[in-house]
């Protein structure tokens, strides 16, 4: 029997490359995929986030709208103010606030420094307190709120201690725009009220305003060794000693090597308990000091002990020839005198205004002022003369 005949093999149609329209397409369609999955990802995590949130207090969930509100900001509870302040002393470091718990400081007071107690308040159940200080003169001192627990009722008249902004909130705010460049200590000796900024334990270069620091030691060094005839005379080259107390290179040199150099007057200050004044071994103007050892030194020359009555008379005016010329003559007086010095490192510029303000009406005030890392020797002046201009005012009755 004949075979039937096989139908013809269909032709297959050729493979044809995908359009790019619909690659297009398709990548378009994926893309959008992948974002609707990845939104109701986000979407189904939201919910444990925010319930989360409002359970810690970040922020509340909204009862009637699908939205998060901002939690409110806690308000302070105040109770009236107290007829009779109570009489309060800082315990730990404190910041003075302008409201409870809320502003910059405008003030830091250090312990044992007197407050008057006037309000309370509290809150997110924390107490506070609102207190107010005094300062040397009426335009001194200030007020604010602490945290209660940084107070005690009962403490001892000592030294207030605090930063610039606790001698005057005014002071602090002239003061913050040069920050770390600027370091200042404020002693006002018949009140032992003493004031000082966060730098003032930092050593700089004090150039020819070591000058001072060798004419009290040549005073004490000539009334040492002078015989008893010579009553209260000063036993000193009185020529010499004003060349040094202006500046002269040649006469601090000279006296330098006289008094036995670093060595002798490392003696000398050990002597008068200060420490942090570090003379060089090599030359009398690369001596390193810092703030608060030079408020030591001043309050020592010019108004303890160190010197006699005469000598001390004798330094004050010899220093006072050579004045720094950055502060107002009425804030320096008859009886003050500031020493101005100036060194070059390589951080900068350093200048220093160190002594006495004895204003005809105000308080006594023993004062250390320095620039530090200053471009320039006229910018640390400027630095120098901006202090003083806000410090003056405060010094008047």
């Not at 040094?244 to 006289?258: D, V």
């Not at 420490?275 to 390193?288: F, L, N, V, Y």
Request: hydrophobic share 50%; glycine share 12%; proline share 9%.
């Amino acid at each position: 029997m004949a075979k039937s005949a096989q139908p013809p093999a269909r032709a297959r149609p050729p493979v044809r490359p995908p359009s790019p329209v619909a690659a297009t397409a398709r990548r378009g369609s994926w893309s959008r995929s992948a974002g609707l999955l990845f939104a109701l990802i986000v979407l189904a995590g939201i919910v444990p986030v925010a319930l989360a949130g409002d359970l810690l207090g970040w922020w509340t969930l909204s009862r009637s709208a699908p939205f998060i509100v901002p939690r409110a900001a806690p308000t302070p509870t105040y109770t009236p103010l107290l007829a009779t302040p109570e009489r309060a002393w800082i315990a730990t470091p404190a910041d003075v606030l302008p409201r409870p718990g809320g502003g910059g400081a405008v003030a830091r007071l250090w312990p044992g420094f007197p407050v008057a107690l006037t309000q309370r308040a509290r809150l997110d159940a924390a107490p506070w307190a609102r207190i107010t200080w005094n300062g040397p003169t009426p335009r001194a001192g200030g007020m604010g709120w602490v945290v209660a627990t940084a107070l005690v009722a009962y403490g001892a008249d000592g030294r207030a201690l605090g930063d610039a902004g606790a001698l005057s909130p005014a002071l602090g705010q002239a003061l913050a725009p040069y920050g770390p460049h600027l370091a200042a200590v404020i002693y006002f000796p018949d009140l032992n009220q003493f004031y000082l900024t966060a730098n003032a334990d930092q050593s700089f270069a004090l150039g020819d305003g070591f000058r001072a620091v060798l004419l009290a030691a040549l005073l004490a060094s000539a009334r040492a060794n002078a015989p008893p005839a010579t009553g209260t005379a000063p036993a000193i080259d009185l020529t010499s000693a004003a060349a040094l107390a202006s500046g002269n290179s040649a006469a601090a040199a000279t006296a330098y090597t006289r008094l036995g150099g670093a060595d002798g007057i490392s003696r000398f200050l050990r002597g008068q308990g200060i420490s942090g004044i570090q003379p060089d071994a090599a030359t009398w103007d690369a001596a390193q000091a810092t703030p608060r050892a030079l408020i030591q030194f001043y309050t020592a020359l010019l108004v303890r002990g160190a010197l006699s009555d005469a000598d001390r008379v004798t330094a004050v005016g010899l220093l006072a020839r050579g004045g720094s010329g950055v502060a107002p003559a009425s804030a320096v007086g008859v009886g003050g005198v500031l020493v101005g010095g100036s060194a070059q490192g390589q951080g900068g510029w350093s200048a220093s205004a160190c002594g006495v303000l004895a204003p005809n009406v105000g308080q006594r005030a023993v004062v250390v002022a320095v620039a530090l890392r200053e471009p320039s020797a006229a910018a640390a002046q400027d630095a120098l003369r901006a202090f003083y201009a806000a410090l003056a005012p405060l010094l008047m009755e």
